[in-house]
């Protein structure tokens, strides 16, 4: 009786070692990465290097200082890989390893643990970026061979405080009718990054943009690693959170000032908004491609016209993912919600999203995550989808803060 009651303290402390990880999280703040970042003519110059990753080149220690005041616990800091890829000598990689060392040790002196996110940026016109790296089988080695690198230079911080994501967003497997693609290459990603970090906390995702939809595609079992936390990302519904985005190829280019909730001001009101946006696709999107937008913004619109409709959607992702963790046994605070957040004000348009706006859907999202147990971290500090009230003085937008739950410093 006594050997069969120490084998089941046994196997229950197995059990709960399992699905231990040595990096914790709760509420965390994506840093910036390529506001203004300059061109690879540029790349090899002491001032761009100096100041990597960017968001150095304007932030101070006060500035630092005010993300742990504000209530956040860790930061998400994105390095763009294809500075490591593009051209790069063996001396410009080694110094922007150092500089990414100093980068965390800065966060980790202001009391913030640090997911260091090898970042890379979907384009077509890059020499080097994600749609590159998963097309090109001599890139995708090259990129392992760099995470390795970065990985092993990582090893030798604190494994309760850094933590390591070799890959964001796989663009891949956005098909459910093709054979997913991105398993195999998260296997390589995985064993080339645990073999440079062999005691740290791996931040893995699925395909899709890592999606819970790509998340749901993946078998945790296929690396057989406990010591991983498995990300996704929403920005759902995309219609509202991406209001004036140039860059995304789409109708959201000539969307502005649609409400969050969307029947804030009533039916009506909402009907001329939508009734706005449908007349400047049709007087200002290219002729030959105006059918083609009008369409696609209709789609999505038809999925956004009362509150409950948005709340439907906005938590679809989270019961996927929360289906996936018991699915396979993958404890709740395993799974995190890596980015999320809603447009301020795209770079080269004068719309601006008000505050209230953006901090009810934020409100929203952190509601849906901590429901479930899901740790999670704001798209962004700067940028786009900044949180501050500008870029240079780094000040936190308080109506935001206090949407997310937390308190201005």
């Known amino acids: 009786m006594l050997r069969a009651l120490f084998c089941i303290a046994c196997w229950t402390a197995a059990t709960v070692a399992a699905t231990a990880t040595t990096f914790t999280m709760q509420h965390g703040l994506n840093l910036d990465i390529w506001t203004t970042w300059p061109g690879p003519e540029r790349w090899d110059e002491e001032p761009v ?3 990597f990753p960017e968001w150095r080149q304007n932030a101070n220690a006060s500035n630092l200082q005010d993300i742990r005041k504000a209530g956040f616990d860790f930061v998400r800091m994105p390095i763009d890989p294809a500075i490591f890829l593009e051209d790069a000598s063996d001396r410009r990689i080694t110094r922007l390893i150092a500089e990414t060392l100093k980068s965390v040790d800065m966060l980790h002196a202001v009391g913030l643990k640090v997911i260091v996110d090898f970042h890379s940026i979907p384009s077509d016109v890059r020499k080097v970026g994600t749609n ?15 995470a390795g690198r970065l990985g092993k230079a990582l090893s030798g911080t604190d494994p309760a405080t850094t933590a390591f994501e070799p890959f964001n967003e796989p663009v891949v497997d956005c098909d459910p009718t093709l054979f997913p693609k991105w398993p195999a290459m998260l296997e390589q990603l995985h064993a080339a990054a645990r073999k440079a970090m062999p005691k740290h906390t791996l931040i893995l995702s699925g395909g899709c943009w890592s999606s819970a939809f790509g998340l749901a595609k993946i078998d945790p079992g296929s690396v057989a690693d406990d010591n991983i936390i498995w990300a996704f990302h929403t920005y759902e519904p995309y219609v509202l959170t991406h209001q004036g985005a ?12 649609l409400p969050y909730p969307p029947d804030l001001m009533g039916a009506k009101a909402l009907d001329e908004r939508l009734s706005i946006v449908r007349n400047t696709i049709e007087t200002k999107a290219p ?3 105006r059918d083609e937008l009008l369409t696609g913004f209709n789609e999505m619109a038809g999925g956004v016209t009362n509150y409950g409709m948005v709340l439907a959607m906005l938590n679809e992702p989270f019961d996927k993912a929360e289906a996936w963790g018991k699915e396979y046994g993958i404890p709740s605070k395993r799974i995190y919600l890596g980015e999320f957040g809603m447009i301020r004000q795209e770079y080269r348009k004068e719309f601006r999203m008000p505050s209230s706006w953006r901090a009810a859907y934020l409100k929203d999202v952190i509601t849906a995550a901590e429901k479930r147990g899901f740790p999670w971290s704001v798209w962004s500090w700067g940028g786009a989808f900044g949180i501050t009230l500008d870029d240079e003085k780094r000040a936190f937008d308080p109506v935001i803060l206090k949407g997310l739950g937390l308190k201005a410093p």
């Open 49 to 51: 290097l100096a100041n």
């Open 132 to 146: 590159q790296i998963l097309a090109d089988k001599d890139l995708f080695g090259r990129y392992l061979e760099v």
């Open 246 to 257: 140039d860059w995304t190829g789409d109708s959201m280019s000539y969307v502005e000032g």
């Open 287 to 289: 002729e030959e491609r």
